[in-house]
């Protein structure tokens, strides 16, 4: 079976450290171009963007798109109308009507659309997921928290509009939540800290509920100083479930669960082959719905301005 020929659209940090690696050791694909206004990958062509890449390897069949998310829906669009697949680095979009939008297009155009949600690929997800099934859930307790300096140093996309702010660390909660959780989550009160010099919240703390009513509680912080804490507690009928390390390590009873070796962005790409021979689309807004769910609902709390 041949190669899917795939580009890289947007080399910046997560491009570099997760998706050059994941492909590299992917037999399915053959990285073959990038498209970044300032960044080169020895060895490969380079092109400012994807319609110059497209016009200079016109054999290119897939793109993966890890620009910054205020761009991403021109970039996808131009894409799918250009006959490629689409691999979205999350969030899919910067709202839910444009991500609705590229799976129009993509249905329409019979090509493969994948929104992709990489904290859901970590090794205690599914387990977690399995482990709630027939469980009533009591209560949940999210905390994410971590340093926006040490993982986004001079990233000034976050703290413009379309950038979530402390929601590009927290939609990975979320899209844990929304995968394991059963009968979706609804949002009920959040309060949103933005410092004043920024249009992005540095802070969050919401109010959900499960479908039968469990509260769920979260804690969002981009100003943790050391350890990063990425942690979801599941308090059930049947013990208490607790995922740790953003979803790579799963407990049960304070009792360690033995898991799946897994690593999220190869298991990615794998996912995405498959989409891509069957010219299928998988796309879930729920994550991202509940983040505009916060922005519509949330009351604003204005913080002192963040420095870098």
């Not at 450290?17 to 073959?32: G, K, M, S």
């Not at 910054?68 to 689409?86: C, K, M, N």
């Not at 943790?224 to 740790?244: M, N």
């Given at each position: 079976m041949p190669r899917i020929r795939i580009a890289i659209v947007g080399l910046g940090k997560?491009?570099?450290?997760?998706?050059?690696?994941?492909?590299?050791?992917?037999?399915?694909?053959?990285?073959?171009?990038?498209?970044?206004?300032?960044?080169?990958?020895?060895?490969l062509p380079h092109y400012a963007d994807l319609p110059a890449l497209l016009r200079g390897v016109p054999d290119v069949s897939a793109v993966a798109l890890c620009t910054?998310?205020?761009?991403?829906?021109?970039?996808?669009?131009?894409?799918?109308?250009?006959?490629?697949?689409?691999l979205l680095e999350k969030p899919p979009g910067m709202t839910v009507t444009e991500v609705l939008e590229l799976m129009r297009l993509a249905t329409q155009k019979r090509l493969a659309l994948f929104a992709t949600w990489h904290a859901r690929h970590a090794r205690g997800v599914q387990p977690a997921r399995d482990w709630l099934t027939g469980r009533t859930i009591r209560s949940v307790r999210v905390d994410w928290?971590?340093?926006?300096?040490?993982?986004?140093?001079?990233?000034?996309?976050?703290?413009?509009?379309?950038?979530?702010?402390?929601?590009?660390?927290?939609?990975?909660?979320?899209?844990?939540?929304?995968?394991?959780?059963?009968?979706?989550?609804?949002l009920k009160d959040a309060e949103l800290s933005f410092p004043g010099n920024c249009e992005t919240p540095i802070a969050a703390s919401l109010r959900l509920a499960c479908a039968d009513g469990a509260p769920v509680r979260m804690q969002l912080d981009f100003l943790?100083?050391?350890?990063?804490?990425?942690?979801?507690?599941?308090?059930?009928?049947?013990?208490?479930?607790?995922?740790?390390m953003g979803g790579s390590v799963?407990?049960?009873?304070?009792?360690?669960?033995?898991?799946?070796?897994?690593?999220?962005?190869?298991?990615?790409?794998?996912?995405?082959?498959?989409?891509?021979?069957?010219?299928?689309?998988?796309?879930?807004?729920?994550?991202?719905?509940?983040?505009?769910?916060?922005?519509?609902?949330?009351r604003r709390v204005e913080v002192e301005p963040f420095e870098e």
């Open positions: 997560i491009a570099r450290d997760q998706h050059v690696p994941a492909l590299a050791a992917n037999e399915q694909f053959e990285l073959i171009a990038v498209a970044s206004p300032h960044s080169r990958l020895e060895g910054t998310p205020q761009v991403r829906y021109d970039t996808a669009r131009y894409a799918l109308q250009q006959g490629r697949h689409v928290k971590e340093d926006v300096r040490v993982w986004h140093p001079g990233q000034t996309w976050i703290w413009r509009a379309g950038g979530l702010g402390v929601f590009d660390p927290g939609i990975n909660a979320l899209s844990i939540l929304t995968r394991i959780i059963p009968g979706g989550l609804i943790h100083r050391g350890t990063p804490c990425w942690d979801i507690a599941v308090d059930t009928d049947g013990g208490r479930l607790r995922l740790q799963m407990q049960v009873d304070d009792l360690p669960v033995a898991t799946a070796a897994a690593e999220e962005y190869p298991s990615l790409y794998e996912h995405f082959a498959q989409l891509v021979r069957a010219r299928a689309i998988d796309v879930d807004v729920a994550p991202l719905q509940l983040v505009a769910d916060t922005f519509l609902c949330g």
